[in-house]
């Protein structure tokens, strides 16, 4: 539905478990692949690109959400307008990430109490785009 409507998609994900030294980014690899092949298998068009903070807290990088670099690389990367985009999320910190660079920040499954808007789904949000 994202895409019919126009949009491009990205994962934008921290994995701290990097960082921290659970698994290794070959790892993180290896997933995102087989989510690229899962969207193909259904039909789906697959995400245009990934963006990952392997860092832990500890680091202190720059890129882990709540920060808003790693949309920031995107929207500078593929030209994106960011406000026509919008960072979609189940934790705060990653409307955050998308309000820190400047593409509306939208919350699913978790309410928090902000501003951001929710939806208990992503097909909820979805619909409420094609209004
Ligand atoms: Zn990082």
Redesign the pocket.
């Known amino acids: 539905m994202f895409q019919n409507l126009g949009f491009d998609l990205f994962l934008v994900t ?1 994995q701290s478990g990097v ?1 921290r030294g659970y698994f290794s980014l070959e790892a993180v690899y290896v997933i995102h692949k087989q989510i690229q092949n899962d969207m193909r298998e259904q039909k789906l068009a697959p995400f245009k690109d990934f963006a ?4 832990s807290p500890d ?1 202190k ?4 959400k709540p ?1 808003g ?2 949309i920031q690389d995107l929207i500078e990367k593929y030209h994106i307008s960011p406000e026509h985009s919008y960072m979609v999320g189940d934790k705060l910190l990653d409307a955050e990430a998308g309000k820190n660079a400047g593409v509306q920040g939208v919350l699913v499954r978790h309410a928090h109490n902000s501003d951001f808007p929710f939806f208990k789904t992503l097909l909820d949000f979805a619909h409420s785009l094609k209004k």
């Open positions: 921290n960082g990952i903070c392997p860092h680091d990088c720059e890129c882990r920060s670099k790693m």
